[in-house]
């Protein structure tokens, strides 16, 4: 060996000492890394420049395949370690039943959540949620940021290991900012700083490859799966308010028909009332983890119909008295249904209904009602029907003295008139009508409320002892459910409506055959909730005066806030968010 080889050879074995000390790679690593070193010219001072023959006899691929498994370990240990993660966690989530105890405080979520200046009410279950979603996040990034404290060979967790997750993330692009200020510019893998200018042409580490380098930036965010479910908990305020603003992907998803549907039955019958008046504001009550929310917003509209409809509602126009809309209150989009041809009034006997086989909406209207031999019924099919039909109903027989009273009440698919000997139902998606007569129970003063998909009646001999009855709305079977009495609770019942307790009458249910609100016919500003299972009464009182001292009446009606939203009328004016365009 020439004397320039001599002093080229301890030079490339310091050389390779230095590196594994640098890198703090295994043994093979370092071989792989000195043989791919040895393609380049080493220049020692004062002699020319020569090749040096690699040290060991393996050639660079296979020391490279040596190298390559290893990595490739690591990597896919790496992932199935973010995926145990996340399927404990949904694991984790579906086996909670206990909501009190919280790993964040829940006074901070909620100051994070009032940050937002659109923020005005929070319901009880979104700090819980919110608490929940701080959680994961936080627990994703110290796992990441673990990993790369693993990736350099040490046991404590450092901020620069805070600042690289969050870079080699996609997820985490917003905290960039903050990761420069507490890692600096984050630390590469090992190795990486070293340029290799001949390696171009040549088959590259491992670690460089795509698909093959854990510390590859990929996007990494919550299992879509997760997010649907997570989602589904929350009420359509919180979803049309603040979740939809999140990110696209979450916007689109939200918007999509699968999740509204699944969204919709998942969610829990509530009321809907609306003070007398012009003002545009309504008010939505609803029965949430067993406890009574209220949730007040403005739906756009002066006047609501009688009735509604899996979230939607009958309305007139706020210009034009005459044209009638289909309107979601909550997310203020309409569809302008075809001219009517009689006085639409203040729409108290139309009623809008849901065929769940063709997934259409129908409209209908009983005019002329002195009684049921002068009653005429208009229907009309939203996105299919450009005029308004007529069905026949004269081979009925019905006589004068069968005057329905009210208004028509929606249960699913059907419509329900009530007369004084029997019920008169019309099956919407065949539109066929049937006479169901009343339960076998002795002319008493009675309500009909919808109860779900079935009709209900409560009656009561006395204002305290009543029955509650349920009509199959396909067979027109009446089963009696249960009676209940409320003279143990008189005292509660006088401390809270005073000397009108005894006007005390049920106004809707607030969870099916468990639930019943009641209010009073003088005072409709104060109600109380009470379980049937449980004897819990729960009381709540809106604003009881207005700005001249008067007080406040209200009508109300089942309903459910969803974000179900229609096409196919005249025109579709879209509102959600103040923005107007045409769907």
Known sequence: MNSSDQQQVPLNQNRKQQLAAVGGVAPSGQMAYATSYQTTPMVATGTPATAVSSPTNFPPQQQLGNYHPAQQFHSQQQQQQLQGFWASQMQEIEQTIEFKNHSLPLARIKKIMKADEDVRM??????????????????????????????????????????????RTDVFDFLLDQAALYGGQPSRPPLSFMAWP???????????????CCCKRQKRCLPQEMVFHILLQLPAQVIGDVMRHVCREWNLMIRSPDFIHHHLRNSKCG?????????????????????????????GLKRLGSTGCNGLVLSCHSKYRDVICVSNPLTKQQVFLPPYFHDIGFLRQFALAFVEASMEYKVVDAFGL?????????????????????????????????????????????????????????????????????????????????MGSNLSVVYGSNVFFKDVWEMN?????????????????????????GKYEELIVPMGWLAVREVLAFTTL???????????????IQSFDLDTYGPNNDKKEYYFFHHVNSLVWLEGGLQVEKRWGNKNSRL
């Open 473 to 497: 709305s396909e067979t027109g079977e009446w089963t009696k459910l249960f009676s209940f009495d409320l003279e143990p609770v008189h005292y509660r019942l006088k401390d809270f409506f």
């Open 370 to 450: 002195g009684s049921f031999t002068t009653m005429r019924i208009a229907m009309l099919t939203i996105g299919v029907d450009r005029v308004w039909r007529h069905i026949d109903i004269e081979h009925l027989a019905l006589t004068t003295g069968d005057a329905p009273r009210g208004f028509p009440l929606v249960t699913g698919g059907y419509v329900h008139w009530i007369g004084r000997t029997f019920v008169l139902t019309l099956n919407v998606e065949t539109e066929t009508f049937y006479k169901f007569p009343m339960p076998p129970l002795e002319k008493r003063i009675g309500e009909f409320l919808p």
């Open 271 to 299: 009321i809907l009332l609306q003070q007398f008046g012009t003002n545009h504001n309504a008010i939505y009550v609803e029965i949430r983890r067993g406890c009574v929310e209220i949730f007040k917003f403005d739906c």
């Open 198 to 212: 001949q390696l171009h042409n040549q088959q590259q580490p491992p670690e460089q490859q795509p698909g093959d």
């Open 122 to 167: 929070i319901s009880a279950e979104a700090p819980v949620i919110f608490a929940k979603a701080c959680e994961m996040f936080i627990l994703e990034l110290t796992m990441r940021a673990w990993i790369h404290t693993e990736d350099n060979k040490r046991r404590t967790l450092q901020k620069n290991d805070i600042a690289a997750a969050i870079s």
């Open 522 to 536: 003088y005072d409709q500003t104060r109600f109380i909730a009470y379980n049937f299972k449980t004897g819990e």
